[in-house]
């Protein structure tokens, strides 16, 4: 039998105050443990500024590196580091060679010689002259694939420059390239890719 002045009141009211105490705590110290989580992640960038070159490109950069830098947009975006070479990211579509079926996430693979064309048609001609023109402009010696939020990205260091190739696998008509010049190999690591994961 219950006491004469007992309610369900009496019962509820004491885990109520401990839930809300533990709830107050609880917000009190994540945005402690997310800083903290955030500065032990090996991607961590501390302030950075977003660069969006199209709908599958976020480009993050640390704001100390853009001290001293000039952005300018021709045929894409350029960022001239001040003491780091620069970089022009550029988007190219599948219309862009009038083959508007043509799975651009491919691409990189061809170009990079990482997957054969089995046909010989107009595609195996710009492929083909995509991978002369990437060994004159760039002397490759060296490739990487790595994986982004969205899709796969393609390194290639080379003597006279370097690029990257971005795809996405929600978007098979469109790929970003990353024209990089007079950057270190460290810098391309640590700043560009870093920024794109």
């Given at each position: ?16 105050k ?26 961590y960038?501390g ?7 199209n ?35 550029q ?19 061809h ?16 492929i083909d002259?995509?991978m ?9 010696i ?56």
């Amino acid at each position: 039998m219950m006491p004469p002045n007992f309610s369900i009141y009496h019962l509820v009211l004491p885990m109520l105050k401990h839930g809300l105490i533990a709830l107050l705590i609880l917000f009190m110290l994540e945005p402690a443990y997310a800083s903290n989580k955030a500065n032990r992640n090996s991607n961590y960038l501390g302030p950075n500024v977003e660069i969006f070159a199209n709908d599958i490109t976020q480009l993050k950069l640390p704001v100390k590196i853009l001290k001293g830098s000039q952005i300018r947009q021709d045929n894409g975006i350029t960022i001239e580091f001040s003491d780091m070479g620069e970089i022009t990211l550029q988007s190219i579509k599948s219309l862009d060679f009038g083959f508007p079926e043509m799975d651009m996430r491919d691409f990189p693979l061809h170009v990079m010689g990482l997957k054969k064309i089995k046909e010989n048609n107009e595609y195996a001609n710009i492929i083909d002259s995509a991978m002369k023109d990437s060994s004159i402009t760039y002397h490759p010696i060296k490739t990487a694939q790595f994986k982004t939020r969205t899709g796969n990205g393609y390194l290639t260091i080379g003597l006279k420059g370097s690029f990257i190739y971005l795809t996405d696998v929600q978007h098979p008509e469109l790929l970003t390239k990353i024209h990089i010049e007079n950057m270190k190999e460290a810098d391309i690591s640590n700043i560009i890719i870093k920024g794109l994961l």
